[in-house]
């Protein structure tokens, strides 16, 4: 569905079908990104010139939203797209929270994952590695929990 995320947002920058939504087609474009569409990144990149840079926080929290809804339906595709947007989408890279996705990612045996969360390692104090570890372990047990659920309630 990226590649339609994809257009959606190339028609709400160009306003074919519904007036023009910059903010929305930059959420889309993002979306989008994540998803390995290579060209979203240049139309994001595009949209964010167009918009006032009080705007793209919500917009964030929006794209934040829309993964955070992914994970919980069990989308394990979002678990890796968590990660990279906290390197990618953010307006400053959080390394640390990178990291807490892909070693989800990696514990689930992701595609890149492993690569991923050793490279996000490599940028943080051991000390603070730590407790992202603890802090990975138990969102991990909560999916866990949750997916048991989700199969009991079947």
């Known amino acids: 569905q990226h590649d339609a995320q994809f257009n959606l947002a190339t028609l709400?920058?160009?306003?074919?079908?519904h007036p023009q939504d910059f903010r929305e087609a930059l959420h889309w474009a993002w979306l989008s990104h994540l998803g390995?569409?290579?060209k979203a990144s240049a139309l994001a990149d595009e949209l964010q010139d167009l918009l006032p840079e009080n705007m793209l926080d919500a917009i964030r929290e929006k794209v934040s939203?829309?993964?955070d809804k992914r994970v919980a339906a069990g989308d394990r595709a979002?678990?890796?797209h968590r990660g990279d947007y906290f390197l990618?989408?953010?307006a400053e890279p959080d390394h640390g929270q990178a990291y807490v996705w892909y070693a989800i990612g990696a514990a689930m045996k992701l595609k890149g994952a492993y690569?991923?969360?050793n490279e996000m390692a490599d940028n943080l104090d051991p000390n603070t590695l730590i407790d992202l570890q603890e802090e990975a372990a138990q969102i991990f047990q909560e999916m866990k929990t949750r997916t048991a659920e989700q199969e009991r309630q079947k």
Do not use: P
């Open 78 to 80: 979002a678990i890796m």
């Open 65 to 67: 939203a829309h993964l």
């Open 88 to 90: 990618e989408i953010l």
């Open 12 to 17: 709400l920058r160009a306003g074919f079908g």
């Open 36 to 38: 390995g569409v290579a």
């Open 115 to 117: 690569e991923a969360r």
